[in-house]
């Protein structure tokens, strides 16, 4: 099992500057295959903001936050990240860090399946809200 919890949330004004930190507690981050970021906006759907392998740290980022967002993460420490530069109202969401823990019988509930990119995320953590204004 892997417990995730999200830091960094706030209210920010467009063009400007947050970071979110996602702590995994339980199994060691190093089990993971691979960590992201996702985000919920009201009345949509969940969708992939960015995601890491967790060993060799190629990542994967969703084209509406190419340039502006940047995943990383600290092995050693058990944590993720996700800097979030030029914020748009449209990034406006709740914002969830997830973990592909394949050793771990709980079922995954999203996916991402690229030819360059796999990842069945299985745990969650409660999330963090960012909200940018006009």
């Known amino acids: 099992q892997v417990q995730l919890v999200e830091y960094g949330g706030g209210s920010v004004q467009a063009g400007g500057s947050l970071r979110l930190s996602c702590a995994a507690s339980?199994?060691?981050?190093?089990?993971?295959?691979?960590t992201g970021w996702f985000r919920q906006a009201p009345g949509k759907g969940r969708e992939v903001v960015a995601a890491?392998?967790?060993?060799?740290?190629?990542?994967y980022y969703a084209d509406s936050v190419k340039g502006r967002f940047t995943i990383s993460q600290d092995n050693a420490k058990n944590t993720l990240y996700l800097q979030m530069n030029s914020l748009k109202p449209e990034d406006t969401a709740m914002y969830y860090c997830?973990?592909?823990?394949?050793?771990?019988?709980?079922?995954?509930?999203?996916?991402?399946?690229?030819?360059?990119?796999?990842?069945?995320?299985?745990?969650w953590g409660q999330g963090t809200r960012v909200t940018v204004s006009s």
């Open positions: 997830a973990a592909d823990l394949p050793a771990a019988t709980k079922k995954a509930t999203f996916f991402i399946r690229r030819s360059d990119f796999v990842c069945e995320y299985n745990f």
């Open positions: 339980g199994d060691t981050y190093s089990s993971t295959i691979c």
């Open positions: 890491i392998y967790t060993s060799g740290g190629t990542t």
